[in-house]
């Protein structure tokens, strides 16, 4: 998990062959704008998902866990407050290859940062 300021987001260009193109999408694109629900950038490669979710605290969220995708999220208006628990310390879940999740039950979150 990577937390910073989109000023510092080319410095991750280098971690995925498809991050420059995203990030040239994230640079260029004004994000508030962007309808909401799945927006395509690259096909299923790349592709911005815009949603309007109300704030939840550690304890009412599910931890999920992606194995094809990665996740870039950038909150547009207001606060937000991320997690993680690192996977080893995850029991063995059931994935949805359909959905490239695993959902862990609320409460499973170990870390939080602002």
């Known amino acids: ?15 995925n062959p498809l991050f420059p193109k995203a990030i040239e ?11 909401l629900g799945r927006n395509e950038i690259m096909g299923d490669e790349i592709f911005a998902n815009v949603m309007e979710v ?16 990665v996740d870039i999220q950038i909150p547009i208006s207001g606060d937000e407050v991320m997690g993680y628990t690192p996977l080893c310390d995850l029991p063995q879940g059931e994935y949805s290859d359909a959905n490239d999740v695993t959902l862990y039950p609320v409460g499973m979150l170990a870390k939080d940062y602002v």
């Open 1 to 15: 998990m990577i937390l910073d300021t989109l000023d510092n987001l080319e410095k991750y260009a280098s971690l």
């Open 25 to 35: 999408f994230v640079k260029n694109t004004g994000l508030a704008a962007l309808p």
């Open 54 to 69: 109300q704030p939840r605290t550690k304890e009412e969220v599910p931890v999920e866990v992606h194995r094809k995708y």
